[in-house]
């Protein structure tokens, strides 16, 4: 079946760069997601790229797709302690429907 | 970008109770809504998928008895927990897709505590 691997913590320091990655098996799905969730909340959507495109980037956020490899990026440029959160890489089922397959999640630790 | 609702955000409720969660598309109509349960510092686990009109379909290991789903209209959804027990107690979160499934907005989620 469907697989999103994740690793599962990454600390920086505030100014840095974050990179999360992200693999995954379903080499058919036609979008890939990133979305945050902050302690008790519900998950906000980040970004996401269409399999089509090697990269898309959003003010802090460049997203990069290596499809030969089944790879998947979040990069966030200049981190702020307010970027300390879960991140979540997701891809569309392959019937994409609006299913989601979820990784593990990444919790992001932004030290001042 | 579209809104998806959910009530209540948290809810305490004693064991052998049942337990009502709403989930709205509050500017978008959605024929299929999703239900996922997240365990803690764990992922998201699709446990149905809610279809509006028609019978929700679960995942495997998920049980339809104690956990149903009703879409009552092209902008609600309803999971009932019924006959709560400690162990059902955990974060439920529920999705919308967007036109042809594009993108998936959440709702807030619902902390289930079960005593």
């Known amino acids: 079946g469907e697989d999103v691997e994740q690793s599962l913590f990454l600390s920086v320091r505030e100014g840095d760069s974050s990179v999360i990655n992200c693999t995954y098996t379903?080499?058919?799905?036609?979008?890939l997601y990133w979305y945050k969730q902050e302690p008790g909340a519900g998950l906000q959507l980040l970004t996401y790229?269409?399999?089509?495109?090697d990269m898309k980037q959003d003010q802090r956020l460049t997203v990069l797709l290596n499809k030969k490899d089944k790879h998947l990026s979040l990069r966030i440029a200049d981190t702020q302690t307010g970027d300390s959160a879960i991140y979540f890489c997701?891809?569309?089922?392959?019937?994409?429907?609006?299913?989601?397959?979820f990784g593990q999640g990444t919790t992001l630790q932004v030290k001042p | 970008g579209a809104v998806v609702s959910q009530h209540p955000s948290r809810v305490i409720c004693k064991s052998g109770t049942s337990v009502k969660i709403e989930c709205r598309s509050l500017?978008?109509?959605?024929?299929?809504m999703f239900w996922y349960r997240q365990f803690p510092k764990k992922s998201l686990m699709l446990m149905a998928t809610?279809?509006?009109?028609?019978?929700?379909?679960?995942e495997q290991g998920v049980e339809k008895d104690k956990f149903l789903i009703n879409h009552a209209s092209l902008t609600l959804s309803t999971l009932t927990v019924t006959s709560a027990h400690p162990e059902d107690s955990s974060f439920y979160i529920c999705?919308?897709?967007?036109?042809?499934?594009?993108?998936?907005?959440f709702g807030q989620g619902t902390r289930l505590t079960v005593v």
């Open positions: 999705s919308a897709p967007l036109g042809g499934g594009t993108e998936a907005f």
């Open positions: 379903d080499s058919s799905s036609t979008y």
């Open positions: 790229i269409f399999s089509n495109m």
């Open positions: 997701a891809i569309a089922s392959s019937s994409n429907t609006g299913k989601l397959i």
């Open positions: 500017d978008f109509q959605a024929t299929t």
């Open positions: 809610s279809n509006e009109g028609s019978k929700a379909t679960y």
